[in-house]
T-cell receptor, first 112, second 116 residues
Framework: AQRVTQPEKLLSVFKGAPVELKCNYS??????LFWYVQYSRQRLQLLLR??SRESIKGFTADLNKGETSFHLKKPFAQEEDSAMYYC??????????????FGPGTSLSVIP | DAGVIQSPRHEVTEMGQEVTLRCKPI?????LFWYRQTMMRGLELLIY????????DSGMPEDRFSAKMPNASFSTLKIQPSEPRDSAVYFC??????????????FGEGSRLTVL
């Protein structure tokens, strides 16, 4: 069964410190992993996906199939990074699209 | 495009009353998802549709919940009768899987439901 876990409900870091939000998954097929972010009073939105291999707002995430992890990292946290972060998983096949499962979320608070 | 539109934004009702939440997906999107967000459980997938057809409703908590998508531009999530434990933020999201598929879900602003 598909499952996404985020072990930390709350994470506080000081501004300028490195931040890592953990995400682990269980999936029998070939997963597609995403990070979504919800800033205060804004819609939930895509931050990045592993296929694109890009850095968004200084954040990166590497898919580690051996450890079944997709941790989100940023070397220097900024106050505007304070938000709720959700790791998500789906199995996007060529001919169909499967449901997107979200982890429980991690609330990141960056302390000035 | 105004994005995914949900209504109402806020709903306060009494236990036992019927609640109907509405969603208008982005035009051209062929999948629609209903999620529920709570502090305890995070984002839970309730049901999703493809081309107006329900594909998976295994996340619907119980028979009090039902969802419909009569056409490509409208979906409803109904709770009858409502209970205090249904209090949550309900999100609708849509995605287009043809053409340039980035895998990105587009979310509405959510409907915050409070059942007293």
């Amino acid at each position: 069964a598909q499952r996404v876990t985020q072990p930390e409900k709350l994470l506080s870091v000081f501004k300028g410190a490195p931040v890592e939000l953990k995400c682990n998954y269980s999936y029998s097929g070939s997963p597609e992993l995403f990070w979504y972010v919800q800033y205060s009073r804004q819609r939930l939105q895509l931050l990045l996906r592993h296929i694109s291999r890009e850095s968004i707002k200084g954040f990166t995430a590497d898919l580690n199939k051996g450890e079944t992890s997709f941790h989100l990292k940023k070397p220097f946290a900024q106050e505007e990074d304070s938000a709720m972060y959700y790791c998500a998983l789906s199995d996007a096949q060529k001919t169909s699209y499967d449901k997107v499962i979200f982890g429980p979320g991690t609330s990141l608070s960056v302390i000035p | 495009d105004a994005g995914v539109i949900q209504s109402p934004r806020h709903e306060v009702t009494e236990m036992g009353q019927e609640v109907t939440l509405r969603c208008k997906p982005i035009s051209g999107h062929d999948y629609l998802f209903w999620y529920r967000q709570t502090m305890m459980r995070g984002l839970e997938l309730l049901i999703y549709f493809n081309n107006n057809v329900p594909i998976d409703d295994s996340g619907m908590p119980e028979d009090r919940f039902s969802a419909k998508m009569p056409n490509a531009s409208f979906s409803t999530l109904k709770i009858q009768p409502s209970e205090p434990r249904d209090s949550a933020v309900y999100f609708c999201a849509s995605i287009q899987t043809s053409g340039l598929n980035t895998g990105e879900l587009f979310f509405g602003e959510g409907s915050r439901l409070t059942v007293l």
